[in-house]
C-alpha cells in the first residue's frame, strides 16, 4: 500500500496552490492521480454556475499537464466512480478538501465511510475557508448567531501562510480512461447565451491572483466608498473565483492584511467580507436549515407568495419590474452572471418585501443564473435581505429603490449600462441584455419601458402591514 497511488478528488478546489489535501498526497512519496467526478450534485446545479464550472475544471486539467500530471474526469455517482478507480489504479487511498453544506455534506460523510469499510485510506482535508466551522466558538461554547461577535472574535486568530505549488505531482505508470469534458456539455442550459456569457468570465488561478494584485493595488485603498456604488468599478470581484477554489481565502487574508499594515485602512472592511463569507459556512454547518427553510422558525407563518407563475415574479426576472435599479442588476446578473452587491440587496428587498415573494423564488433563481453561486452564501443573503435569516437587517426596514439609485448611482452610470429601453443610443452592454435572454420571452430594446409592477409606496405600506398582522 506504500506505493499505491492516491486519488486526489478535487471539487471546490480547483488550484495547485495553498492546497492542504494536495499538497499531503504529493508529499506522500506515491503516485498521485487527480480526479474531477460529475455527480448528480454537479448534474443538478443551475445553467450559469455549471457552466463555470466546467470552464473552472478544463483550467485545472491545463494547469496540472504541465506538472506533468492529468486530470482524470468520470461522471457517476462519487462513491461508484471512486471505487471504480480504485479497482482500476489499484489506489489505497483518497483525499479530498472538505466542504460545509449540508448536501455535500452527507454525500462526503456516506463516501469516506464506504472506502474506509473497503480498507481504502479516506483522508479530508481543510477545504474553501480560513476558520472551520468547529473551530470558531462563541465565550460560552456555542456557535456564532449574530456576524459582529464572530468578527472580533476572529479578526486576531493566527491564519498560516499560504502553501505554494507543488513542483512535482508525481506520476502512475499507467493513467486510467478519462472522460471528455465536452461529452458532458456543461454549457447546454445556457443555450445562446453561453458565448456571451463566458465573456464575462475571468477563469483560473493565474487570473485569480492577478485579480487580487489588481485590487490591492488600484482599488482597495477607496473600498470603503467604491463598493457601493455599482457604477464603479470599485469591488474585488473575487467571489466568482473563491466560488471554485481558483484562490484561497487565505491568500486573500493575507493580502487584505499587508494592505492594511501598508496603510491602506480600507482594506479592513475587504477582511470584514471576507469573514462574512466564513460566517455564512458557519451557519450552514451549525443550522444546515438555513439553505432551505427559514432561518428563525417563526417566520414559516408568514404568507409569503410561493407561486413563480405570477406575472409580477415573472416580470422580477426579466428585468421589467419598471423599477431601474431592481432591473439593472436583474439584468447585469443575467448578461454577466454576477450582481453589485448593492443590487444584491435591493432586488431581495424588492421581490421579499414590495411583492412580498418567498425568499427561495429568488434564491433558486440566483442558483441558475450566478456564476459566482454559492449554497451557503447565497441562502444567507436571501434570508438576511428577507428578516427571516441570522443577523438581518431589521424585518421592518424596507429599502426604497428609488432613493437608493439617487443616493448610490447619482448620474445613472449603472442604469444607462444596462437598461435600452427609452434610450436613444444604448450602450453595448444593455444590448448585449436581448441577445441572450429567450425569444420566448419577446422582449426588444425598442419597448417602452414599463411601470413599476409595484410601486414603491404601495409595496412597502402592504409589507408593513403583514408584518403587523401577523404581530412581527
Known amino acids: 500500500m506504500r506505493k499505491s497511488p492516491i486519488l486526489m478528488w478535487f471539487r471546490r478546489d480547483l488550484r495547485l496552490g495553498d492546497h492542504e489535501a494536495l499538497t499531503a498526497a504529493c508529499a506522500a512519496g506515491r503516485p498521485v ?39 482524470i474526469l468520470r461522471r457517476g455517482d462519487a462513491l461508484v466512480v471512486l471505487r471504480d478507480l480504485i479497482k482500476e489504479t489499484g489506489a489505497g487511498a483518497v483525499y479530498w478538501s472538505r466542504l460545509y453544506d449540508p448536501q455535500n455534506r452527507a454525500r462526503d460523510t456516506a463516501v469516506k465511510a464506504a472506502l474506509k469499510d473497503d480498507g481504502v485510506t479516506a483522508d479530508s482535508y481543510k477545504g474553501h475557508v480560513l476558520f472551520e466551522p468547529w473551530t470558531v466558538e462563541t465565550k460560552t461554547g456555542g456557535f456564532y448567531k449574530v456576524y459582529t461577535p464572530m468578527w472580533k472574535s476572529v479578526r486576531s486568530n493566527e491564519v498560516p501562510d499560504t502553501l505554494p505549488s507543488p513542483g512535482d505531482i508525481p506520476a502512475p505508470d499507467t493513467w486510467p480512461a478519462s472522460d471528455d469534458i465536452a461529452d458532458w456539455q456543461m454549457d447546454a442550459a445556457m443555450r445562446r447565451g453561453a458565448d456571451i456569457l463566458k ?34 468599478d470599485g469591488t474585488s470581484h473575487l467571489s466568482e473565483n473563491l466560488t471554485y477554489g481558483e484562490i484561497s481565502p487565505r ?26 463569507r466564513e460566517f455564512a459556512y458557519h451557519l450552514a454547518f451549525h443550522t444546515p436549515r438555513i439553505v432551505s427553510d427559514n432561518w428563525k422558525q417563526d417566520w414559516d407563518a408568514f404568507p409569503w407568495n410561493t407561486d413563480e407563475r405570477l406575472a409580477e415574479v415573472k416580470a422580477w426576472k426579466q428585468g421589467r419590474t419598471g423599477i431601474r435599479f431592481v432591473d439593472a442588476a436583474m439584468r447585469e446578473m443575467y448578461v454577466t452572471g454576477t450582481m453589485h452587491n448593492r443590487g444584491r440587496m435591493i432586488v431581495a428587498s424588492y421581490l421579499t418585501k414590495h411583492m412580498l415573494c418567498h425568499w427561495k423564488i429568488g434564491l433558486d433563481w440566483f442558483a441558475d443564473c450566478l456564476i459566482d453561486w454559492d449554497p451557503c452564501s447565497n441562502a444567507m443573503g436571501w434570508q438576511w435581505s428577507a428578516g427571516s435569516g441570522p443577523d438581518a437587517t431589521p424585518y ?77
Open 33 to 71: 492521480i487527480p480526479v474531477f467526478i460529475h455527480d448528480e450534485l454537479t448534474e443538478s446545479m443551475g445553467a450559469a454556475p455549471k457552466m463555470r464550472l466546467g470552464m473552472s475544471v478544463e483550467d485545472l486539467r491545463k494547469s496540472l499537464e504541465t506538472k506533468g500530471s492529468r486530470l
Open 199 to 232: 465573456n464575462h468570465c475571468t477563469v483560473g488561478e493565474a487570473a485569480a491572483h492577478d485579480r487580487l494584485s489588481s485590487f490591492i493595488a488600484d482599488r482597495v485603498s477607496n473600498y470603503v466608498r467604491n463598493r457601493d456604488l455599482p457604477g464603479v
Open 251 to 276: 491568500k486573500c487574508w493575507h493580502a487584505g492584511w499587508r494592505a492594511l499594515h501598508d496603510g491602506k485602512s480600507d482594506a479592513e472592511v475587504f477582511l470584514k467580507e471576507l469573514v462574512w
Open 396 to 472: 421592518f426596514r424596507v429599502f426604497n429603490p428609488v432613493t437608493q439609485l439617487d443616493k448610490f448611482d447619482k448620474d445613472r452610470t449603472y442604469v444607462k449600462k444596462w437598461i435600452a429601453e427609452g434610450t436613444n443610443t444604448p450602450s453595448a452592454t444593455a444590448l448585449s441584455y436581448f441577445d441572450m435572454i429567450p425569444s420566448s420571452w419577446g422582449m426588444t430594446a425598442q419597448d417602452r419601458y414599463p411601470d413599476p409592477v409595484v410601486p414603491v409606496d404601495e409595496g412597502r405600506k402592504r409589507a408593513l402591514d403583514a408584518y403587523q398582522s401577523r404581530g412581527f
